[in-house]
Structures are given as structure tokens and as C-alpha cells.
């Protein structure tokens, strides 16, 4: 895995490979940007110029003048009070990639915080030190970053190397003491939109495998089911003008060139049912939310995210007041990317139902081996059908969920770390589901083996699912082969099978 040099900006895909495990390190002018705006925070301290969150409460506190000796206690405080995070644990991943678009965010130069700091995180990232971090609990951002920053100060939990130890522990052993936060240090690190892009670069990552498997999968049914290819014509695709279709009908065409079995069953059927016939259209929507979604991470990964921002120089420091921490684009984009992904994941259920019900399929009952005796993939199209109920509740907007906290000072929320979990848990689902489509696939072409040869796409995809599965036939827990499914989709693109 290559290592990621910051030197201006970050885009989704550095993020999501720091996230996997890469090492992030900071250009010489990345880290002078860091220092200038340290510097620059000194000297607002030193001017005695009110400015939010370096020398006054912060929230609805906000006109609450905090006096120069209690500033240092203002930053560990803001650390202490709004690590309230509650429910499970991201994951180290995830974490990882939160810090990452921390760093990222400093790196501008437009938040204050000691390069100190960002050598800490960095340090994080490179010692394997991720902090516990509860998945619930942010509006904005504000829970996730704080107990990242509980362990930069020693207190908090993390996992070094996958062991649990408290903060403490965890500086111990890189060899670090716990920082004393100085003025802003504490604002800056709670601070910004790195929650919910470093989730959402998490999500896009996930995302794109995602697409990629369903537009395989979906191959593998089509031919299984005997489809029409002249659906799929790029010269018919042409006429609706869209990259996403276009990309998915040259997946769909390249992936079934050559098939015997798509030739046998030439001219069956004027045209298929939509949840094949359409595969293009929906999951080309679903391309072209996930290149919208990317370019709006991408635009925040770019942009200063701190309130204040600090700029100027330290001869003439500038502090302003503003609201670049609320991200309603960002949770409009993810949320619009959760919704593309689970109907994407219905159609999958879809398909699902058409391979296992003899009424429409051609196939034995259920894809069973011994229909009655056996009940094959019946209850497999339960869990499909249940998964994907489950997203079309989870595409009910975050962007749109409101809230006013703070004593109406904070009387708007845009949600994007909301919206950004939401995708997250989308995706969980959509991968269970096209796994069971993949296993079903498969299956199905168990019995067609005898009537013509696969094209050599489906064929490899075929042969890649049966060196993990074998034919199911009421011999072990169906539930265990779904989940193995699934993993395959998690272990590598189809593109490299």
C-alpha cells in the first residue's frame, strides 16, 4: 500500500487508504501552514481580541469571556464535556480515517492547533493507537472528535495494537506524555466536518466495491435467467444520456460475451422484467450519486472547516466567526448515496425472488436439489426481503432530521455524521444481500450446466464463489454460506476475478 504525502489537500481515496493502513505524512509547507496558524492564535491570546472558543465559552456560552490564565483549562474542559459519546465502537478503520481527515482539516493552516498535535495523530496512525470512539451521539461532529482527543490529553480508552489500554497507557507506550492543550487547541480539536468525512471517505470505498459487485452479480442472474442482451445494446443505452449507464451495460455486455446460455435463450421473451431489464438504469443512478457523493467529500477534504477560522499572520492576526463547521452538502450527498445503494440493494432482493420462484424462473422450486424434502434458498429470500425493509427505512433523509441544541444558538443541524452512519449501515445490508444473490446466482447455474456453456465473465465469478461454496443442498445452515457470501464481496473487487 503506497503512503499518502499531504501536501495541499487530501481526496476521499488518500483518506480511505490511510484508513486501510497507509502512513500519512505532511509536506514542509503543510506543516509551516500548522505552525503559522499556531502562532497566529498566540498572538490573538496576546492581543486581548474576543474571539470564540480562544477567550470565550463556547455554544451559547459564546459571550462568556474566559480570562488568559483559565484558556489552557477552557481547551482540556471542551475535551472533557463534549466526549459523550454513547452505543457501539467504529471501528479501527474508521477511526483511522477520521484522524486522518483531522490532520487533513490542520493542515490548511486555518485552525491554531500546536504542530504538536498533528504529530501526536500522526503517531496514532503509525503506532497502531486508535481511540475508542462511540459510534452515536454526534448532531455534527463534535462527540467522535472529542474522544479522539480524550487520549491525546492521557485520558479516554484506545486499542494499541488491538490491545484495550486506557489513554494513559496508550501514550505510555509510544513514549509520549499528555499534551496541556493551549488556547483553541481544544475548539479546534472537537471542531470541523473530519467526523463525518472521514466516515463518509469509509463509506465511498465501500460504496464503489459495492457497485462493482452488484453490476458482476448481476450478470451472473441475467444469464442464469436466460436474459435478452438487446437491452443492453450500447446503441439503445445511448439514447438515455447517463455515464453511470453507460458504465454498467459495458460491464453487463463485456461480462456476458460469448455466453452459450444467453445465445439458448435468444427471442424466449419480448423483454425481461425491470428488475433485469433495468439493471443499467438503477445501478447507473447509483454510479453517478456515488461520483456526486465523491465530489462532494472531496470539496470538503479541500475546505477550512473550523468556527473560528484564524489567518492573517502573527503580525496582524485575523479571527472569524463563521459557520464552515455545518455541512449540509456533505449530508445531502451521503444521504442521496444511502438512497441509490438500498434500492440498489431491493432490486438485488428482486432478482433474488425471480431465481428462487418457479413460477418464473424455469428453475426448481427454491433452487432446491430435492424440492419438498429440501427448502434450498426459500427462507434465503426472507432475509433478503427483510434486509432490504430494513433499508428503505434507513433512506428516510438525515440531512432533513433538524434539532436545536445549545440554547437555541445552534438552532440548525445539518446532520452529515448522521447521514454518513446511516450510509454505513446501508451498506452492511446491501452487502448481505447481494451476497445472497451471488450464492443464488451460483446456484442456479448449478442447473444449467448441462444446457450450454457460461460466458467466460460469469464463468470466472461462478468459479470464484464455488471455490469458497459448495452446491447447497439442505446439508448445513444456510446462514453460514450467506455470510461467506458476503465476505467475498468485502475481500476484493470482481474486477481483479
Known amino acids: 500500500m503506497q503512503d499518502i504525502m499531504l501536501v495541499t489537500a487530501l481526496d476521499w481515496r488518500a483518506v480511505a487508504a490511510v484508513a486501510d ?44 469571556v474566559v480570562d488568559r490564565p483559565s484558556q489552557s483549562r477552557l481547551s482540556r474542559n471542551i475535551i472533557l464535556s463534549h466526549a459523550c459519546g454513547v452505543g457501539p465502537l467504529l471501528d479501527a478503520r474508521e477511526v483511522r480515517a477520521i ?16 504542530p504538536a498535535i498533528v504529530e501526536l495523530l500522526q503517531a496514532f496512525l503509525s503506532e497502531d493507537c486508535i481511540p475508542e470512539v462511540p459510534s452515536k451521539g454526534s448532531a455534527g461532529y463534535l462527540s467522535h472528535n472529542a474522544h479522539i482527543a480524550l487520549v491525546l490529553i492521557g485520558e479516554g480508552k484506545a486499542r494499541l495494537k488491538g490491545k484495550p489500554v486506557t489513554g494513559a497507557e496508550a501514550l505510555k507506550a509510544i513514549n509520549t506524555e ?17 467526523c463525518s468525512t472521514g466516515l463518509g471517505s469509509v ?24 436474459c435478452q442482451m438487446t437491452a443492453f445494446d450500447a446503441s439503445v443505452l445511448a439514447l438515455r444520456k447517463s455515464a453511470g449507464i453507460e458504465k454498467v451495460g459495458k460491464t453487463l455486455r463485456d461480462r456476458l460475451a460469448g455466453s452459450g446460455l444467453i445465445d439458448a435463450a435468444k427471442g424466449a421473451r419480448t423483454q425481461d422484467a425491470l428488475s433485469l431489464r433495468s439493471v443499467p438504469h438503477a445501478h447507473g443512478a447509483g454510479w453517478d450519486v456515488f461520483n456526486f457523493a465523491g465530489s462532494v467529500v472531496n470539496q470538503e477534504l479541500a475546505s477550512v472547516t473550523d468556527n473560528p477560522a484564524v489567518s492573517g499572520t502573527p503580525e496582524a492576526p485575523m479571527v472569524s466567526s463563521e459557520a464552515h463547521a455545518v455541512a449540509p452538502a456533505l449530508g445531502q450527498a451521503l444521504d442521496s448515496l444511502a438512497v441509490a445503494i438500498a434500492q440498489i440493494s431491493m432490486m438485488s432482493e428482486r432478482r433474488i425472488d425471480r431465481l428462487v420462484n418457479p413460477l418464473v424462473s424455469g428453475l426448481p422450486a427454491f433452487l432446491a436439489v430435492d424440492p419438498g424434502a429440501g427448502s434450498g434458498f426459500m427462507i434465503a429470500q426472507y432475509t433478503a426481503a427483510a434486509l432490504a425493509a430494513e433499508n ?34 446501508v451498506l452492511d445490508n446491501a452487502e448481505q444481500i447481494l451476497g445472497i444473490e451471488f450464492a443464488a446466482a451460483a446456484q442456479a447455474q448449478d442447473f444449467k450446466a448441462g444446457i450450454a456453456p457460461r460466458a467466460k465473465g460469469t464463468d470466472a465469478l461462478y468459479r470464484h464463489i464455488r471455490a469458497a461454496l459448495p452446491t447447497y443442498a439442505d446439508d448445513r445452515p444456510l446462514g453460514w454460506d450467506l455470510e461467506k457470501a458476503r465476505d467475498l464481496l468485502r475481500e476484493s473487487p470482481p474486477r481483479s476475478i
Open 21 to 64: 493502513g497507509a502512513a500519512l505524512s505532511l509536506s514542509g509547507d503543510a506543516r509551516q501552514r500548522v505552525e503559522t496558524a499556531s502562532r497566529i492564535v498566540s498572538a490573538i491570546v496576546e492581543s486581548g481580541v474576543r474571539a470564540y472558543g480562544v477567550n470565550t465559552g463556547v455554544g451559547a456560552l459564546a459571550d462568556t
Open 178 to 194: 499528555p499534551l496541556v492543550l493551549q488556547a483553541k487547541e481544544g475548539l479546534s480539536l472537537v471542531n470541523g466536518t473530519a
Open 203 to 226: 463509506a465511498l470505498a465501500r460504496a464503489e466495491r459495492l457497485l462493482d459487485w452488484a453490476d458482476a452479480i448481476a450478470a451472473l442472474t441475467i444469464e442464469a435467467l436466460g
Open 99 to 114: 484522524i486522518a481527515a483531522q490532520i487533513a482539516n490542520f493542515s490548511h493552516g486555518h485552525s491554531g492547533v500546536r
Open 392 to 425: 428503505r427505512r434507513l433512506g428516510a433523509p438525515a440531512s432533513l432530521d433538524g434539532g436545536v441544541t445549545s440554547a437555541l444558538q445552534e438552532d440548525f443541524l445539518g446532520h452529515p455524521t448522521g447521514a454518513a452512519n446511516k450510509l454505513l449501515a
